[in-house]
């Protein structure tokens, strides 16, 4: 595997990320529906407030097991409920 890297050609924002829209609706529509789930018991509503904990605590797992910020992180899984919560937790590891 080769990596290649080229300067930036704009300038990144110092405040704001991805991750302030998961906060932002965790405090302004705690209790909304943002995803349906697929359990063995059919679907399942998950509400923006328990989405943000759930994301919180799998980051937290994630810097317990030494992902700092700037560590390269690898997700395959299919497109479901789980890529997106360990994507965001991700994220806000660093």
């Given at each position: 595997?080769?990596?290649?890297?080229?300067?930036?050609?704009?300038?990144?924002?110092?405040?704001?990320?991805?991750?302030?829209?998961?906060?932002?609706n965790a405090r302004e529509a705690r209790d909304q529906v943002g995803f349906?789930?697929?359990?063995?018991?059919?679907?399942?509503?998950v509400d923006y407030g328990r989405f943000h904990a759930e994301?919180?605590?799998v980051a937290k797992g994630l810097m317990a097991a030494g992902v700092e910020a700037g560590d390269r992180v690898a997700l395959?899984?299919?497109t479901r409920y789980e890529w997106t919560l360990l994507d965001y937790a991700i994220w806000f590891a660093g």
């Open positions: 595997m080769r990596e290649f890297s080229t300067p930036l050609t704009i300038e990144v924002p110092a405040t704001g990320n991805l991750t302030d829209d998961v906060v932002t349906s789930r697929r359990t063995e018991q059919g679907w399942e509503d994301v919180c605590s395959i899984c299919k």
